[in-house]
């Protein structure tokens, strides 16, 4: 179960409501390789009707934000009165159940877009709303980001809820910032300085309910700096050390950082030098880093009023960024150790920062392992820390890293991923941004575990002609190429050797037309499968008219055909060479083969009784494969649904007809299907997971979890074969 996890509801046909859930989703939902909290986001399910979706409350604690605005609130038509009749009675459902009143451990966030949201129920009209309609730009997104990271941070803190606040007061956010600083740097009141960082970020905090501690402001008449020090350290949640020119030659401001690092405080790092600096302090390594800018334009700029203004500008948006990152920062490190620290046995230790010489010499005694986020350090680095620890013989370890020590079974070494985009990723939850960055998890945890990675596509969207590729906004072959390529160090850092080139598998014709710039994106990511024409063609070279280099587009009923029979053999011969197949999203029309690609290839793996693992939480042809074997109707398994979808089938069915193989209907397809489900996925499946395994995975938001599953599952398949 997700310790957290944020819904974002909104209705689908509001431009500005889904661009801002997208921004909530890069903000709060990083890759685990990247920078942010980490925190799943998924968006509400869109019906065909555009009314609300089901609310399913899944983590232990949930922040559910509906954005609304006209559109959800729209009553010009009968129909729409209906629709904004039902989302304003799940709004008042929802405030009634995690509203402030409740006991609920979930968060309800109301959230007004425009002025028309207000209009979304007459029961709402004495409930206050975060209000973005008066807000513009930056100050907008930044308003709403508060609100969440806020909430998030007290429900982790089991704290209750601020009372007696407009819900557009921000609550108190239970995040108290040291700031470390020079002491020339410090301003001793509003006025004392005209500028500077140190200045334009405590007048940023006064502005929001957190608490900044800076020395010489906070030590009572008769206490004891160091003392006062540590304490001032110890109960903060974040150390922001702003870095000027004076900075690192400062005894206090070094110890502040040592205290931080001890006390596993987060340390958010104000680039602010203007000059030089003799000897940078190392122990600022190792942190987020913000540039301030005006500190690089100070060097340099004319004294003008122009300039003033910039400065002003960018010193004022540069405190709010670096409060902001301090936030997030302190929401990260709590997020991920609640999420380390059930992994953490006896002796082991969970740490929210990558493990240093510092903090390592520091760790209790008889500790054997220390847990840290993604991503994991550079084999350089943990060979020179391990040296520094190896009387204690410490294992430091991260998630990924933890999945390269999986030992794989030496019957198990290619599994082919079945993917492309979804277009119904919408009717889940999901978004294409969702279903990329997935992708790219789950290939890359993949061949973190040693397994090589399969994939069936194609290089470059006009590599092709007659609308091969219509409909996608992403080339999968080439985004996967760019991740193994921009993670090759990682990947070698964390096995120990360079990563297991992709498979790129493409059938005839379609390699016919490669050139060099095709094939020099080819070689230590990925290496090329190119196939024959499929045997027993019954095709005539006339028929075909190929060019020169033997490419012919799918342009004739017999063209089609032969393309259609192509891709069938690349995906049976796939199946022979991979030991499993993993299947997510999938287009359900427009495609070239006599089935969607993604639905063909599971079909493949289940008659050939190959463990095969289906992610249905993004849709596509890998959810209406798992909806066919429950037994549900999908109209997408019709004649009729395909004839009136795709045009040219009509005339593709007639040269199977002439030419053969034989071919079953839609309907007589749903139920193989139905029949192959009648006893469970597990058994459909074959993949070595019970029922319920199989449930969690068509439903999981988390890729680390798919993976242990999928790699449970195949250790199992192994030990019962």
Request: glycine share 8%; hydrophobic share 40%.
């Amino acid at each position: 179960m997700a310790i957290l996890r944020i819904q974002v509801l909104f209705h689908w046909d509001s431009k500005n409501a889904r661009d801002l859930a997208g921004q909530l989703y890069r903000t709060f939902s990083a890759r685990p390789t990247g920078e942010g909290p980490r925190i799943p986001v998924r968006f509400g399910a869109r019906h065909s009707d555009d009314g609300p979706p089901t609310i399913e409350l899944s983590a232990t604690h949930e922040i559910i934000v509906v954005l609304a605005d006209e559109r959800m609130a729209r009553r010009a038509r009968e129909k729409d009165r209906e629709i904004a009749d039902r989302w304003g009675r799940l709004t008042e459902d929802l405030l009634r159940d995690h509203g402030p009143g409740s006991a609920s451990p979930h968060r309800l966030l109301p959230v007004a877009l425009d002025a028309g949201a207000l209009g979304l129920s007459a029961a709402l009209d004495d409930i206050s709303f975060i209000r973005l309609d008066v807000r513009e730009g930056a100050e907008r997104d930044r308003h709403l980001t508060l609100h969440i990271a806020a909430r998030a941070l007290r429900v982790l803190q089991a704290l209750p809820r601020a009372p007696g606040r407009e819900l557009d007061v921000l609550p108190e956010i239970p995040v108290r910032l040291f700031i470390s600083h020079a002491k020339r740097d410090l301003p001793t009141g509003p006025a004392a300085i005209s500028e500077g960082p140190v200045k334009a970020i405590l007048a940023t905090l006064s502005q929001l309910p957190v608490k900044g501690w800076f020395d010489s402001a906070e030590i009572p008449p008769g206490g004891r700096f160091p003392d006062e020090i540590e304490s001032g350290v110890v109960n903060s949640s974040a150390l922001v050390a702003v870095l000027t020119d004076t900075w690192s030659s400062r005894e206090w401001c070094r110890r502040e950082v040592l205290e931080a690092k001890l006390a596993a405080r987060p340390l958010i790092v104000v680039d602010a030098l203007e000059a030089r600096v003799v000897r940078l302090f190392p122990y600022l390594g190792n942190a987020l880093t913000l540039r301030w800018r005006a500190a690089i334009a100070a060097t340099s700029a004319l004294e003008n009023d122009g300039w003033e203004k910039q400065r002003a500008l960018w010193e004022a948006e540069d405190a709010a960024l670096v409060i902001e990152a301090a936030l997030l920062e302190a929401l990260r490190y709590q997020h991920d150790h609640e999420r380390l620290l059930a992994r953490a046995g006896a002796h082991q230790v969970a740490m929210s920062a990558p493990p240093e010489s510092f903090t390592l010499a520091h760790l209790p005694a008889g500790t054997t392992r220390v847990w840290y986020p993604d991503p994991p350090l550079g084999r350089e680095e943990v060979d020179r820390l391990q040296l520094a620890t190896a009387q204690r013989r410490i294992d430091l370890t991260t998630p990924l890293s933890e999945l390269a020590r999986w030992p794989r079974p030496p019957g198990i070494q290619t599994v082919g991923v079945s993917l492309s985009n979804a277009p119904d990723s919408e009717l889940y939850g999901g978004s294409p941004a969702h279903l990329a960055t997935f992708a790219d998890d789950l290939v890359l945890y993949l061949l973190i575990s040693g397994l090589r990675v399969a994939y069936g596509g194609v290089l470059g969207h006009d590599a092709l002609q007659n609308g091969i590729v219509e409909g996608d906004s992403i080339n999968y072959v080439e985004r996967l190429l760019a991740m193994v390529r921009s993670h090759s160090t990682l990947l070698s850092a964390v096995v120990g050797k360079p990563p297991v080139p992709i498979e790129n598998w493409v059938a005839w014709p379609i390699h016919c037309k490669f050139g060099d710039v095709e094939l020099r994106q080819y070689g230590q990511e990925a290496f090329l499968r190119d196939l024959k024409a499929p045997p027993g063609l019954n095709v005539t070279l006339e028929e075909l008219n190929p060019l020169e280099n033997g490419f012919f587009a799918p342009g004739t009923p017999a063209q089609r055909y032969a393309w259609a029979r192509s891709l069938t053999f690349m995906r049976e011969s796939m199946q022979k060479e991979t030991s499993a197949r993993v299947a997510m999203g999938g287009k359900l029309e427009g495609y070239q083969g006599i089935w969607p690609g993604v639905l063909e290839e599971g079909v493949i793996s289940i008659r050939a009784r190959q463990p095969l693992y289906l992610l249905g939480l993004f849709g596509g042809a890998a959810r209406l494969l798992v909806d066919a074997l429950r037994g549900f109707e999908r109209e997408e398994l019709t004649s009729a649904w395909l004839a009136k979808k795709m045009p040219n089938r009509t005339d593709l069915l007639t040269e199977y007809q002439r030419r053969g193989p034989a071919l079953q209907t839609p309907e007589e397809l749903a139920a193989e299907l139905k029949q192959a489900g009648a006893a469970g996925l597990s058994a459909a499946l074959n993949n070595g997971l019970s029922d319920e395994e199989n449930s969690e995975l068509v439903a999981s938001d988390d890729p680390q979890r798919i993976v242990t599953l999928i790699l449970s599952g195949l250790s199992r398949k192994l030990a019962r074969n």
